[in-house]
C-alpha cells in the first residue's frame, strides 16, 4: 500500500535552475496539499487542490506553482529556486468525505546554493 | 500572524510518566483540531482529533482536551514510552466547507522519552 509518494526525496538546486516536485496518490482521494516545513515555523500551505484541474493559493505561494492534471497526481514547480526555498516539502491528500485526517509523504528535502 | 502557536519548543519526560503537550490558537472560526505526530524522515501521521463540540477526546494512551473559552488545547499521553520520542504538530481547520479541509499547524513540540 504506497499512499502518497513524493519524488524525488532530496535535491539540491543552484540559485535561478527550476524544477518540479512530484507528489502521487493511490488512494482516489480528491483533496491534495503541499507543505513546507522549515524550523521555528510549523508546517505552511503553499498550494492546494480540491480536485483534477483545480489549484489555489494557500499561505505562502510565490515562487510557486502547481498543476494537477489528474486526480492522482499534484505537481510543485520552482521555476526560478532561490535560497530562501531550501526547505523539507510534504504532499498531503485526504477524502473530501471522511474527516480532516491528512495522508502525508515522506517529504523532499531541497536546498537552493 | 501565528494563529496556531506551540509555546513548548521541547518536552523531556521520564518512561512511564505523563507527558502534557500544548497549543494555543487565535482563531475562534476553528472548529476542528488534530495531533499530528513526526518520526525524523518521515512525513507527519495523523494521531488523535478532537471537533469543538466535545471537550475531550480518548484513544488508548492519549487523550485530547479541548478549552474553547480560552482557546487552547493539549494532548496528555500516559504512560509515555520511549517510541513516542517525536515531534508533534497541533493543528486547526475551520470556516466551513469553504475551508477545504486546509490545516494550520502550530510550530512543533519536540518530545524526549527518556528510558
Known amino acids: 500500500n504506497a499512499g ?7 535535491r ?11 507528489c502521487a496518490q493511490d488512494m482516489n482521494h480528491e483533496y491534495m496539499y503541499w507543505y513546507r516545513q522549515d524550523p521555528g515555523m510549523g508546517l505552511r500551505l503553499i498550494h492546494y487542490s480540491v480536485g483534477e484541474g483545480t489549484t489555489a493559493k494557500g499561505e505562502v505561494p ?4 502547481v498543476s494537477r492534471l489528474k486526480k492522482q497526481n499534484f505537481l510543485l514547480g520552482l521555476e526560478s529556486a532561490a535560497p530562501s526555498q531550501t526547505s523539507v516539502y510534504f504532499c498531503a491528500s485526504r477524502s473530501h468525505t471522511t474527516g480532516y485526517g491528512y495522508t502525508f509523504g515522506s517529504g523532499t528535502r531541497l536546498t537552493v546554493v | 500572524d501565528q494563529q496556531v502557536k506551540q509555546n513548548s519548543p521541547s518536552l523531556s519526560v521520564q518512561e512511564g510518566r505523563i507527558s502534557i503537550l500544548n497549543c ?28 469543538s463540540i466535545k471537550d475531550k477526546n480518548e484513544d488508548g494512551r492519549f487523550t485530547v482536551f479541548l478549552n474553547k473559552s ?8 500516559v504512560p509515555s514510552q520511549p517510541g513516542d520520542s ?12 469553504t475551508s477545504y479541509g486546509k490545516l494550520t499547524f502550530g510550530q512543533g513540540t519536540i518530545l524526549t522519552v527518556h528510558p
Do not use: R
Not at chain 2, 25 to 37: A, I, R, V
Not at chain 2, 70 to 77: D, E, G, T, V, W
Open chain 1, 62 to 65: 510565490d515562487g510557486y506553482n
Open chain 1, 12 to 22: 539540491v538546486l543552484k540559485t535561478g535552475q527550476s524544477m518540479t516536485l512530484l
Open chain 2, 24 to 51: 494555543d490558537y487565535t482563531n475562534s472560526m476553528f472548529d476542528y483540531f488534530l495531533w499530528y505526530k513526526k518520526y525524523p524522515a518521515e512525513g507527519p501521521t495523523f494521531l488523535i482529533s478532537i471537533s
Open chain 1, 4 to 10: 502518497v509518494t513524493q519524488t524525488p526525496k532530496f
Open chain 2, 70 to 77: 480560552a482557546k487552547h488545547l493539549s494532548l496528555h499521553i
Open chain 2, 86 to 97: 517525536a515531534v508533534y504538530f497541533c493543528a486547526a481547520s475551520g470556516g466551513g466547507g
